[in-house]
């Protein structure tokens, strides 16, 4: 299957973005942990690899799509791993989000294969995957995203599939959003705690500032979970930790100081810590009352 793609990684971002590439009619190879994921893509007119190293020999661009900086470099190098199959000329792209020192130091390996790989971090939740809507960050060398671009274009809108730089470039616009989502999220939950204490009525103050210069999807979709108390995961609480250590790590390195970002940190520890993984990471603002003064 000279044309095919390969995805790894078939979680709740995973499955409707693999899906997204069949419903293009893309020829699509998948594996992943868990049987029940790539049994409904097989079902939906995928071919099943048994290993990470079997979906590098059948097709000529891999798609990961993992937990961790960890799990990417298992897959990829690994026993059994992308690296054992991987083609001449073939790309990978890793729309996990991971460390950047990682991924640069991934994308050298595979360099020494004569293949390719780019970084391709996404944004938009589980709702972005399942409508093919996601902000896509990319880096890595820029032929290379532009011979790949339509098949990002199967997960992502057209408008949002950004080429930011090099290799790591995209892993570093991931934390970029990572932080800047935390502010955001941080300042809505402690205002609408504000409203709240004041008896003022929450909806109302969230949709008079929807209209004026506070609006933000951030106001509009997580102020309406803190509001309703609805926190079914789109983004679980415990990988947005993960994306905030990755964050905290990397501003340390470069020697940025970052101290909104570490009462984030705190906010997403505590709801982790209280039983909350699973949760939607809006949660993280229920945790304000629990912040020592």
Known sequence: MNNAVGFIGLGVMGKPMALNLVKHSQPLIVH??????VDDLVAAGAQRASSP????????????MLPDTSDVERVLSGPNGVMAGLRSGAVVIDMSSISPEATRRLAVQIAERSASMIDAPVSG????????SLSI???????????VRPVLACMGHSDRIVYIGPSGSGQICKICNQIAIGGALAGVSEALAVAGAAGVDGPRVRQALLGGFAASRVLEV?????LTGN??????????????????????ALGVTVPTTEVVIRLTDALVASGGADLDYAALGTMLPRLER
């Not at 960050?137 to 011979?147: H, L, S």
């Open 53 to 64: 190293a079997e979906v590098a020999r059948l097709a000529h661009i891999v798609i990961t």
């Open 231 to 252: 926190f079914a995961p789109g983004f679980r609480a415990k990988l947005y930790q993960k994306d905030l250590r990755i964050a905290a790590e990397t501003a340390s």
């Open 125 to 132: 939740g589980e709702i972005g995957a399942k409508s093919g």
């Open 32 to 37: 992943s942990r868990s049987h029940g994921p």
């Open 222 to 226: 997580h102020g309406e979970r803190l």
């Open 137 to 147: 960050m990319v880096g890595g060398d820029r032929a290379v995203f532009e011979r």
